[in-house]
């Protein structure tokens, strides 16, 4: 007997419940099947330390609660409408010339079952190859998109416009001139004109419906100086107070991270505004967390970390303080703390300019769980390039970077720049385009 065909039935991978634990639920009023072997899978991840082990530990408990509610192979139906089942077989006669011991190659038979059977079957996973084998055995195979973004039309923060040469005026005159158009908080618009060839910057303000000029820094930002507009907006939001969320977003080379230690020197060491700063980056690159490595925290770390290192190096190098001569010495002053993002689920982290570099290698619950540790008088800055991700799950568009700039753009205390232009050299801007 065919299932009725208008019902949708979601076979899920194992990489969609390390995505996101509670993924099912985001499928409403259809089928949800979870293949036996992915639950065997979450089994194998769930004495990971990493986020993958925590995700396949969420995961399970999560799919626990559901089966204490009724039979789970038969059929539990759910808060959003839809029925969770998890299938513990497949038809052994599939004419389908797949490896059958590999976990894999069994869930997605178990997904062609499911069609031979007359169901109208979705397979959904976050892995590109297995996607194209659904596809090749003739089923249909879909990305988990609940929070993927068009990476295309992604908010970059700022705008251009023409005004006449009055309101370029009045803007230098009285910083802050009237904008009809209605834009997002903290939105930068560069102002172009007819007899002035350097435009002026300036950054709406919804609060009276203005524009409120954004002038040149005068000296530098801990040695630092901003070579172009965009580097000047990056700097604006960096260095105010008001604004407890900032991300940058750029290729290699943009200044995206140098940008953001500066000012974050600048807002402990110069100023007090928050009591030191905290800097992390993903231990991505071998796929292992850093406890396997020998060596103390500080040790294990500094390997992660020793492109922080040379940006920091390069600013001591460059602004010089009697007190701060090494990186060794700001970090024995409390002045900045090295932290592995592993590390910082749990706590609670007020007073604090927290940088997180390479953001794009984060999924969103990652981000959110950083985000959310955020406490009083905290500024969060994110950095990345959501063009160079290591993570195999994540792309442009599902990155934890980008879909923060899409759910935040707009909000009071967010602010938003992307870096386009590259002035770490010729060469390094040729391969970050060329390459």
Sequence with gaps: MKSDFRVKTFVIDTNVFIHRPDAILSFKDNEVVVPLWVLEELDNLKTYSDERGRNARHAIRFLDGLAKQGDIHNGVKMENGSTLKVLLDYDHDLHVDLLRDKPDNKILLTALTLQKRGHRVFFVSKDINARVKATAIGLKAVDYEKQKVNIKDLYKGYRSADISVDSYQEL???????????????????????????????????????????????????????????????????????????????????????LALAAGLKKVSDEGAYSRMLVSRPVIPLGKDIGYLPGAKEEKLSHWMQPLFDNLEYILSVHKRPNLKSIESIISNNMVEIEAITYIRGRSLPNLFIIIDEAQNLSPHEIKTIVSRAGENTKVVLTGDPYQIDSPYLDSNSN????????????????????????????????????
């Design 172 to 258: 230098q005159r009285m910083e802050s001139i009237p904008w009809n158009e209605e834009l997002r908080p903290r939105e930068f618009v560069i102002l172009h004109n007819t007899e002035h060839k350097e435009p002026s910057l300036a950054r709406y303000n919804p609060e009276g419906r203005r524009l409120d000029a954004v002038f040149p820094i005068p000296g530098s930002i801990s040695g630092i100086r901003p070579l172009n507009i965009e580097q000047r907006m990056a700097f604006d939001l960096l260095l105010d107070d008001s604004v407890s969320l900032v991300t940058l977003m750029g290729k290699a080379g943009t200044g995206k991270t140098l």
């Design 400 to 435: 934890g970077l980008s879909y923060l700039v899409e759910a935040f753009k707009g909000q009071p205390v967010y602010g938003h720049v992307v870096l386009e232009h590259s002035e770490r050299s010729k060469l390094a801007e040729l391969a970050a385009e060329l390459l």
